[in-house]
């Protein structure tokens, strides 16, 4: 039965030749189709969110799909979106993607408010009662559901995360990034050692501007802690002096890669040089009237 299924794929370790055979591939889908709400039984009887899963084709023709061969692959490598594929729709929750470091996608979100010259970034300190970075401050994230869009996930994590809906405008901050990161050995666990935790997700960096008095109707739930709005020059202080704050260097060095982006875009805000759809950028004109051309 299918919820038999997912039960055991939550307790269990598939053999390695089922996860490379077609039994995954064909058998996985066919499950997800008795869960339309993308969720399933997790490994301690709690319903975690499906993750579709994912394969990476490199250079020279080699495929990576979980953390077992994804060596060649560095952490933060750029990833091209006509290098990313699902692989065979198949799909599981995402904690046993994360037990077996199965290759998934995810969205780190940089919320911002004010105006572009004074811009406040928002930072979300974790509860002490989470499993993976607890007490930790960062980046409002969520994974992907099956078959969902960048953008979508990142509506949906506004919604769910922060309890708001509206958003005035959003984008995305460069192009998505490999997060690897084996927290048994990075850190980030709380000193459980009767946890693992492989982490192989393409991220995706976006920014985020709520709409007029969105602000003021945020709503945490019981896995954050705290929350505070810092400038890009704060959250760059945290990462020079304050680097324990930030879970593990693998979380660090992202936010450090994140932070620069975010500033880029701040300035062509200030600029103005970032139009929203449909609109079209006025051009100066400095001849003479009767050489003027209408559309200018």
């Not at 996985?28 to 301690?44: I, M, T």
């Not at 959003?170 to 946890?195: E, I, M, Q």
Request: hydrophobic fraction near 40%; charge should be positive.
């Amino acid at each position: 039965k299918p919820r038999e299924a997912w039960e055991y794929l939550a307790r269990a370790r598939p053999p390695r030749c089922c996860m490379s055979s077609t039994c995954m591939e064909c058998f996985l889908p066919l499950l997800s189709l008795s869960y339309p709400h993308a969720s399933a039984v997790g490994r301690e009887g709690a319903q975690e969110p499906l993750v579709e899963l994912y394969q990476l084709s490199l250079p020279g023709g080699a495929v990576v799909r979980e953390w077992v061969g994804s060596e060649a692959v560095a952490h933060l490598r750029p990833i091209p979106a006509d290098s990313l594929a699902p692989n065979a729709g198949a799909m599981v929750p995402i904690g046993a993607a994360h037990d077996r470091g199965l290759l998934h996608r995810g969205v780190w979100i940089g919320v911002l408010r004010g105006p572009a010259t004074e811009a406040e970034l928002l930072l979300l300190q974790r509860s002490d009662r989470v499993v993976t970075c607890p007490t930790a401050w960062g980046l409002v994230g969520e994974h992907s559901a099956p078959s969902e869009a960048w953008e979508s996930t990142v509506r949906r994590a506004v919604r769910e995360e922060l309890g708001v809906v509206d958003i005035a405008s959003l984008g995305p901050l460069g192009v998505p990034v490999l997060f690897k990161s084996n927290y048994s050995r990075d850190g980030g666990l709380g000193g459980r050692r009767d946890r693992t935790k492989l982490d192989l997700q393409v991220t995706a960096l976006y920014w985020v501007r709520l709409a007029e008095g969105a602000e003021s109707r945020l709503r945490f739930d019981a896995e954050v802690a705290r929350w505070r709005w810092a400038s890009t020059e704060a959250v760059r202080a945290m990462l020079a002096r304050e680097r324990s704050r930030l879970c593990n260097d693998k979380i660090r060095t992202l936010l450090d890669h994140a932070v620069p982006l975010l500033e880029a875009h701040l300035a062509e805000e200030a600029a103005g040089r970032r139009l929203g759809p449909g609109e079209r950028r006025r051009r100066r004109y400095s001849g003479e009237d009767r050489s003027r051309r209408l559309d200018v």
